[in-house]
């Protein structure tokens, strides 16, 4: 445990750092976007700006040169009205002369007679000098231009914009094209929208850049989309750094827990290998030993009458029997873990199978007083199984049910037919086995940690094989037992063959 808090400190403690740094890093890339964006948008907005003014000025231009070129044939209304309809941009047109008095309109009313008084007070600053002035009155530009007549002083021409085709034909031409992530927006001088692109709900307005002498106080402003700005950027980079960093972190977790967990199970499978090895070590060594001392005995002569002599030899054929069990377990289990155990299913009468399984036992259960019951049912069918290795599945329920018996030694064997499959049933009187155990029993190596049974040697291989020739058979084991009232082990068969595989 304390391993496994190292160890994880050791790799939560970089990866931390690493999210600091990381953090601080996008922060600083936030605050370098920002100024990037500013500075970029600037430079759009007054490239932008100079390219609408200087749309504005070629249409003025035009506009100017064809009203001078009208104007040298004189003031003539007609002319000037065909000129005006000829220029869908220009509202309004106001001729005065040096005086104030207007030439053109001639029907003027008096709110056309007060404007052209205010124009020609604001306009004595180019009056006499070539050039023009942008002057706005009650809210409406007017250029005010100096030109000349045919037989006439020097006359001030002042026009107005129509607002409509102004958005239309000059803003929105010249700034609808422009390739940008941000929105330029025109805006009076009280900073109310004359031309937008798009919507600007949810937009961020980053700065703004004057108009020059074209549109005086109108803005060009600058508008970034909801979303679009660099700190949401960064927000957007911090969320999932940090989901990255949480998932990176349950990912060390999960990897230093797992990592515990198979180090425990194989330090675990490492203490049982060893005990097996252990106990597969005393189990052989016993029936050997029986054997030589049988073996030596025989051989000194110090057996003289014929009935001990054959008593001796059942007993080394007994052990023999028993020593070739042991052997056959274990290399079934090495079979079985590499794939490599066959089974031949064939129909085999069950009778004949218990009996000689129960007749390989006979010596150690009548050297151990064993009551022994068996309870086969009349006229059983033959039934497809693998009678070698059924015979050994039975044979390490019996030799279970012998080693873990108590004082009252009973031994209980029942085959019956069950539904549509063959039962065999071994039950002793024995120790019993402690509910919780009950899964485990069947693992490999396992065998249960009382103290009553850890006196008892065993390989810890013998239901584990018990198990898997059943499932190889289609079929099933399962005990029921209790502490101090025995055990009762039930192997299930099919009575017909049900494709049980021939490799296991």
Same mark, same amino acid.
């Given at each position: 445990?304390?391993?496994?808090?190292?160890?994880?400190?050791?790799?939560?403690?970089?990866?931390?750092?690493?999210?600091?740094?990381?953090?601080?890093?996008?922060?600083?890339?936030?605050?370098?976007?920002?100024?990037?964006?500013?500075?970029?948008?600037?430079?759009?907005?007054?490239?932008?700006?100079?390219?609408?003014?200087?749309?504005?000025?070629?249409?003025?231009?035009?506009?100017?040169?064809?009203?001078?070129?009208?104007?040298?044939?004189?003031?003539? $209304?007609?002319?000037?009205?065909?000129?005006?309809?000829?220029?869908?941009?220009?509202?309004?047109?106001?001729?005065?002369?040096?005086?104030?008095?207007?030439?053109?309109?001639?029907?003027? $009313?008096?709110?056309?007679?007060?404007?052209?008084?205010?124009?020609?007070?604001?306009?004595?600053?180019?009056?006499?000098?070539?050039? !023009?002035?942008?002057?706005?009155?009650?809210?409406?530009?007017?250029?005010?231009?100096?030109?000349?007549?045919?037989?006439?002083?020097?006359?001030?021409?002042?026009?107005?914009?129509?607002?409509?085709?102004?958005?239309?034909?000059?803003?929105?031409?010249?700034?609808?094209?422009?390739?940008?992530?941000?929105?330029?927006?025109?805006?009076?001088?009280?900073?109310?929208?004359?031309?937008?692109?798009?919507?600007?709900?949810?937009?961020? !307005?980053?700065?703004?850049?004057?108009?020059?002498?074209?549109?005086?106080?109108?803005?060009?402003?600058?508008?970034?989309?909801?979303?679009?700005?660099?700190?949401?950027?960064?927000?957007?980079?911090?969320?999932?750094?940090?989901?990255?960093?949480?998932?990176?972190?349950?990912?060390?977790?999960?990897?230093?827990?797992?990592?515990?967990?198979?180090?425990?199970?194989?330090?675990?499978?490492?203490?049982?290998?060893?005990?097996?090895?252990?106990?597969?070590?005393?189990?052989?060594?016993?029936?050997?030993?029986?054997?030589?001392?049988?073996?030596?005995?025989?051989?000194?002569?110090?057996?003289?009458?014929?009935?001990?002599?054959?008593?001796?030899?059942?007993?080394?054929?007994?052990?023999?029997?028993?020593?070739?069990?042991?052997?056959?377990?274990?290399?079934?289990?090495?079979?079985?873990?590499?794939? !490599?155990?066959?089974?031949?299913?064939?129909?085999?009468?069950?009778?004949?199978?218990?009996?000689?399984?129960?007749?390989?036992?006979?010596?150690?259960?009548?050297?151990?007083?064993?009551?022994?019951?068996?309870?086969?049912?009349?006229?059983?069918?033959?039934?497809?199984?693998?009678?070698?290795?059924?015979?050994?599945?039975?044979?390490?329920?019996?030799?279970?049910?012998?080693?873990?018996?108590?004082?009252?030694?009973?031994?209980?064997?029942?085959?019956?037919?069950?539904?549509?499959?063959?039962?065999?049933?071994?039950?002793?009187?024995?120790?019993?086995?402690?509910?919780?155990?009950?899964?485990?029993?069947?693992?490999?190596?396992?065998?249960?940690?009382?103290?009553?049974?850890?006196?008892? !040697?065993?390989?810890?291989?013998?239901?584990?094989?018990?198990?898997?020739?059943?499932?190889?058979?289609?079929?099933?084991?399962?005990?029921? $037992?209790?502490?101090?009232?025995?055990?009762?082990?039930?192997?299930?068969?099919?009575?017909?063959?049900?494709?049980?595989?021939?490799?296991?």
């Amino acid at each position: 445990m304390r391993f496994s808090v190292l160890a994880l400190g050791a790799i939560v403690a970089p990866a931390v750092i690493v999210a600091l740094l990381g953090w601080v890093s996008l922060r600083q890339w936030e605050r370098s976007a920002e100024l990037l964006r500013r500075e970029q948008a600037r430079d759009m907005a007054t490239m932008a700006a100079e390219k609408v003014e200087m749309a504005l000025r070629h249409v003025e231009d035009g506009f100017v040169e064809r009203l001078q070129a009208t104007l040298a044939a004189g003031v003539e $209304s007609a002319a000037l009205d065909r000129l005006l309809a000829g220029e869908p941009l220009v509202r309004a047109l106001r001729l005065l002369d040096t005086r104030g008095a207007i030439l053109y309109p001639r029907a003027a $009313s008096d709110t056309d007679r007060a404007v052209a008084r205010r124009l020609a007070d604001a306009a004595l600053a180019v009056r006499g000098a070539p050039g !023009r002035r942008t002057i706005v009155l009650d809210g409406e530009r007017w250029i005010v231009v100096t030109m000349s007549a045919r037989a006439a002083d020097t006359l001030l021409a002042a026009f107005a914009y129509d607002a409509d085709v102004l958005r239309r034909d000059v803003l929105a031409a010249s700034l609808a094209s422009l390739e940008s992530a941000t929105i330029f927006v025109v805006v009076d001088e009280q900073g109310r929208p004359v031309w937008a692109p798009a919507s600007l709900e949810g937009a961020e !307005r980053l700065l703004s850049v004057a108009f020059r002498d074209s549109l005086p106080n109108w803005q060009l402003a600058v508008y970034q989309p909801a979303g679009s700005a660099p700190r949401e950027a960064v927000r957007r980079q911090v969320t999932i750094f940090m989901a990255a960093f949480v998932v990176l972190c349950a990912v060390i977790v999960a990897g230093i827990a797992v990592t515990w967990r198979l180090m425990r199970r194989e330090t675990e499978m490492a203490r049982l290998k060893s005990d097996f090895v252990a106990n597969v070590s005393h189990d052989l060594k016993t029936p050997l030993s029986v054997i030589r001392m049988f073996g030596e005995t025989l051989e000194m002569g110090r057996v003289s009458d014929e009935p001990r002599r054959h008593e001796y030899y059942r007993v080394i054929t007994r052990e023999a029997e028993r020593l070739s069990r042991l052997i056959d377990n274990v290399l079934d289990f090495s079979r079985i873990e590499s794939g !490599r155990r066959r089974y031949d299913i064939v129909p085999t009468p069950v009778e004949p199978l218990v009996r000689e399984t129960l007749e390989a036992f006979a010596y150690p259960l009548a050297q151990q007083a064993f009551k022994v019951e068996v309870t086969i049912a009349p006229d059983l069918p033959e039934v497809p199984m693998d009678p070698e290795a059924v015979g050994q599945a039975l044979a390490n329920l019996v030799d279970n049910a012998i080693k873990y018996s108590a004082e009252d030694r009973v031994l209980t064997v029942q085959a019956h037919v069950e539904g549509d499959g063959l039962v065999l049933v071994v039950a002793d009187h024995g120790i019993g086995i402690p509910r919780a155990e009950q899964v485990r029993i069947f693992d490999k190596f396992y065998r249960a940690g009382r103290s009553e049974t850890q006196g008892r !040697r065993g390989s810890g291989v013998g239901l584990a094989l018990v198990r898997h020739v059943a499932e190889a058979h289609r079929g099933s084991v399962t005990v029921a $037992s209790a502490p101090g009232e025995g055990s009762r082990f039930t192997l299930r068969l099919p009575l017909a063959d049900g494709g049980a595989h021939g490799d296991a």
